[in-house]
């Protein structure tokens, strides 16, 4: 990916980036502020609708208050109820429009009623309102009617309260299919005699349920009669207990959803705890910003709910429009952003993009090519100037390179045949060393040990530290000429099918038994037989001298030594362990280098050449195996290898 596709992805991110944020918070805010101000309409409107309620209310006391002054119910009341008091009487309840216009005495006996069958059984005094009438004050609130006393009041009223309950999703479930109670518009004014005594009392109310009148009346109130999209911008409804008895709420089939119910979460806010509820809700058909409250009889119970909804939609539009304004300058300036930017990235692309072809021109050995000057900025061409001394210099060291490295090839090769003469005399010398030194080894062994007659123990000792130096001779000439095959790459691996212990271990152990004993130290061979695998017997035999021959030069005189296996399906492992001083954590990652002899006291006072451990690295590799040690310093030492049972081809 070039740089310029690099820069207009990262200036695309960032205005993407921007812009994504700036319309998400956007919209946040304009969703937040449009449904604030969608249920703060709402809130106002149910106030309303409680305020026109109540203003019916305090007109149907002021009625029966001023009913109650006249001369006909005073009359009625004292000298007993006529056709002409009761006629009268009706009439006024059909003039304002009541649904109930009773008169009752001071005990609360129902003494006229104006609506067939003209009934005057039954008692009031236990009604809230009217016994607060028959005590001298006129009184109003909402209550519920059953439908036995509703007959009493007229034969018509019951038919007229009664409604059958519409299942409904999400609502409660409820035992009865019907609801036969009416919820009433409810008052009372007491009647005076001529010296202001309570004869008794003028009751009456205004039946809500299928009172459309009402319903439609507060939301023209309301809502002015406003439409949305072909639908009834509000609607208003009044439930008894949780069943709309009056609604403008419309069904699918464009009837009135009476008898249908409120939802569980409306009715256990509502109904249950008392308190208004304020949310969007689904109601019937469409999605609205609704409002519900209880409403409470004079008791103070909880009778039913008053519910004002604002369609939804409308709100819906609005936050989408108020989106659009708001997204066009944000788009705009994201459009803008990303020309610019393609601007910007051309004019950096461009000097960078001849100054990378100046560079691979350079690096081919092109030392007169040279980039162009651009002047959109002087930080390039500051740049393009420094790139062309720096290509100035490059050459004139280039061209001293060159010289130094023609002569350096020429002192490599005649380092190299020196090497080459060093090593083939080294192997001469060595060959020839050790078949002397071997002569020298056996004479000692046999001056030392009284083959050729008796010895003081002055001369025996003699002879042994000839024996131990001769060994040491021996060792360090072994190493050396290991080291020669390696250097001269004659160590070649040739592996064939062995035997672990008895190709390997039991032979290298008699070879330095005579070493053992002389440091008083015995060996615990604990390599099983029967391992058998692929490998080279005699280089594995020059490991494994080197690691007993460290083992006893560096272990505690009297100690012990350990020779263990371990095998997986596809390796080999084989560790020696000896007790001694150990080796250093320090130490440890530099045991098998070259040349390498441990800056330690024990160590310093042991003859060496440090090749033994690098001989025995390189001929773990070769086997395409791994060589480590281990140790706890003070205590003991572990060398182990691990080979491949199949050595690499």
């Known amino acids: 990916m070039g740089l310029r596709t690099r820069l207009v992805l990262a200036f695309l991110f960032v205005v993407l980036l921007l812009g994504g944020a700036t319309v998400y918070t956007g919209s946040l805010l304009i969703d937040h502020t449009v449904r604030r101000e969608a249920q703060a309409n709402t809130e106002a409107s149910l106030r309303s609708a409680r305020t026109y309620i109540e203003q019916r209310l305090v007109t149907l006391q002021q009625i029966l208050e001023s009913l109650a002054r006249r001369l006909r119910p005073r009359a009625a009341l004292v000298e007993g109820a006529t056709t002409d008091v009761r006629l009268s009487l009706e009439r006024e309840r059909l003039h304002y429009g009541f649904d109930v216009l009773s008169l009752c005495n001071a005990a609360g006996s129902v003494a006229l009623r104006t609506r067939h069958p003209y009934s005057t059984e039954g008692n009031r005094a236990l009604d809230p309102v009217v016994e607060k009438a028959?005590?001298?004050?006129?009184?109003?609130?909402?209550e519920?009617?059953?439908?036995?006393?509703?007959?009493?009041?007229?034969d018509d009223l019951?038919?007229?309260?009664f409604l059958s309950l519409v299942e409904t999703p999400k609502a409660k479930p409820r035992p009865d299919a019907s609801e036969p109670r009416g919820l009433m518009l409810w008052a009372a004014a007491p009647v005076p005699d001529a010296d202001g005594k309570t004869l008794g009392a003028v009751y009456g109310g205004i039946l809500l349920n299928r009172n459309w009148a009402l319903v439609d009346a507060i939301r023209d109130t309301v809502f002015g009669n406003e439409t949305y999209a072909?639908?009834?911008?509000?609607t208003v409804t009044i439930f008894l207990?949780?069943?709309r008895v009056a609604t403008n709420v419309m069904t699918e089939a464009g009837n009135r959803a009476i008898g249908t119910r409120v939802s569980s979460a409306v009715y256990d806010r509502v109904l249950e705890s008392g308190q208004p509820w304020v949310d969007r809700a689904f109601v019937v058909r469409d999605w609205y910003i609704t409002a519900y409250e209880p409403i409470r009889d004079p008791r103070g119970q909880t009778i039913g709910i008053l519910y004002v909804g604002i369609l939804e939609q409308k709100y819906a539009d609005l936050k989408r429009q108020i989106l659009r304004s708001f997204l066009t300058p944000v788009i705009v300036a994201a459009v803008a952003a990303i020309v610019l930017a393609f601007v910007i990235t051309k004019t950096i692309a461009r000097p960078v993009n001849e100054l990378l072809l100046a560079t691979r021109r350079l690096a081919s050995g092109d030392h007169d090519h040279k980039p162009r000057t651009f002047r959109s900025a002087p930080e390039f061409a500051e740049l393009v100037e420094a790139f062309g001394h720096m290509a100035d210099a490059i050459g004139e060291r280039d061209l001293a390179l060159r010289q130094q490295n023609r002569e350096l090839e020429v002192s490599n090769e005649r380092l190299a045949q020196l090497n080459r003469n060093y090593m083939e005399m080294l192997g001469f010398v060595t060959h020839e060393l050790r078949n002397r030194l071997n002569n020298v080894i056996f004479s000692a062994a046999a001056l030392r040990d009284g083959y050729v007659g008796p010895l003081t123990d002055k001369q025996r000792d003699t002879a042994a530290r000839v024996a131990r130096n001769a060994h040491h001779l021996e060792e360090m000439i072994v190493n050396y000429l290991n080291l020669s095959r390696i250097e001269k790459g004659e160590m070649v691996l040739q592996p064939q099918l062995m035997e672990l212990r008895k190709d390997v271990v039991e032979p290298i152990l008699a070879q330095v038994r005579s070493q053992l004993d002389s440091a008083k130290m015995h060996v615990e061979n604990h390599v099983g037989e029967g391992i058998t695998f692929q490998?080279?017997?005699s280089l594995l035999?020059?490991?494994?001298?080197?690691?007993?021959?460290n083992a006893v030069k560096y272990g505690r005189p009297g100690g012990r030594i350990e020779v263990a296996t371990a095998q997986t399906s596809d390796a080999v492992q084989l560790s020696v362990t000896n007790e001694g001083e150990g080796i250093s954590p320090e130490d440890l990652p530099r045991l098998f280098g070259k040349f390498v002899r441990l800056d330690q006291p024990s160590a310093r006072s042991r003859k060496g050449t440090g090749l033994g451990l690098f001989i025995c690295h390189e001929i773990i590799e070769k086997h395409g195996g791994r060589i480590w040690a281990e140790s706890q310093f003070g205590q003991w030492a572990r060398f182990t290898f691990a080979i491949p049972k199949v050595p690499p081809a």
């Open 241 to 243: 207990w949780d069943a």
């Open 134 to 142: 028959l005590k001298g004050e006129a009184a109003r609130g909402i």
């Open 158 to 161: 019951p038919r007229q309260a």
């Open 144 to 154: 519920v009617l059953h439908a036995d006393e509703l007959a009493l009041e007229g």
């Open 535 to 537: 490998a080279d017997p």
């Open 230 to 234: 072909g639908k009834a911008l509000g």
């Open 541 to 549: 035999r020059i490991v494994l001298d080197n690691l007993l021959t």
